[in-house]
Antibody, heavy 121, light 110 residues
Framework: QVQLVQSGAEVRKPGASVKVSCTASGYTFSNYYMHWVRQAPGQGLEWMGIIHPSGDFTSYAQKFQGRLTMTTDTSTSTVYMEVRGLRSEDTAVYYC??????????????WGQGTLVTVSS | QSVLTQPPSASGTPGQRVTISCSGSYSNIGTNTVNWYQQLPGTAPKLLIYSNDQRPSGVPDRFSGSKSGTSPSLAISGLQSEDEADYYCAAWDDSLNGWVFGGGTKLTVL
């Protein structure tokens, strides 16, 4: 069965960086794009960006340009998401989610369990 | 402030039918299809409807999606207590070149 398993909760101080992983299993990793979506406490969902499983293509929401990096490790079917220059507003649950296609044809059919990132001094 | 607009709350009694609306602009809903996600308390979102009106395998046919013009909606018939959740609409936005979501609708089963 398809599974996206994320790394555990993190606590960081403002200005620091955090790197969250998402390990895929149960399907052919190279066939699906991976996205990151976050949800601040009590708030809605916010799309952050997309990465092709090869790692050759990434696209980030403008809001995160310059602070966000997504990478992949095809040997372990793992996708990573790193946010730098953390602020208190980055406190959220971060989800990875896959799509078969990029752009409007896609839909998030499987999601990771979420990783809580807390930014606090 | 979410790009897509949903009512913040909806409610119904067991067995009733409820609908949740979603509005946006030409660059997202006006041009592209809409997907709906259900988020039960404390869990990750789950795909409920894709491409406006398609149900993934395993989703009960009590859930249905439609899109008339630029007005997509999610309907839940035969409401059950386990349907209490947050529901989100989503669409690709051609101007932003990314996915946009509604702010979510909290469904309460009275």
């Amino acid at each position: 069965q398809v599974q996206l398993v994320q790394s555990g909760a993190e606590v960081r101080k403002p200005g620091a960086s955090v790197k969250v992983s998402c390990t895929a299993s149960g399907y052919t990793f190279s066939n699906y794009y991976m996205h990151w979506v976050r949800q601040a406490p009590g708030q809605g969902l916010e799309w952050m960006g997309i990465i092709h499983p090869s790692g050759d293509f990434t696209s980030y929401a403008q809001k995160f340009q310059g602070r966000l990096t997504m990478t992949t490790d095809t040997s372990t079917s793992t996708v990573y998401m790193e946010v730098r220059g953390l602020r208190s507003e980055d406190t959220a649950v971060y989800y990875c989610a896959r799509t078969l296609r990029s752009g409007w044809l896609g839909f998030f059919d499987y999601w990771g369990q979420g990783t809580l990132v807390t930014v606090s001094s | 402030q979410s790009v897509l607009t949903q009512p913040p709350s909806a409610s119904g009694t067991p067995g009733q039918r409820v609908t949740i609306s979603c509005s946006g602009s030409y660059s997202n809903i006006g041009t592209n299809t809409v997907n709906w996600y259900q988020q039960l308390p404390g869990t990750a979102p789950k795909l409920l409807i894709y491409s406006n009106d398609q149900r993934p395998s395993g989703v009960p046919d009590r859930f249905s999606g439609s899109k008339s013009g630029t007005s997509p909606s999610l309907a839940i018939s035969g409401l059950q207590s386990e349907d209490e959740a947050d529901y989100y609409c989503a669409a690709w936005d051609d101007s932003l070149n990314g996915w946009v979501f509604g702010g979510g609708t909290k469904l309460t089963v009275l």
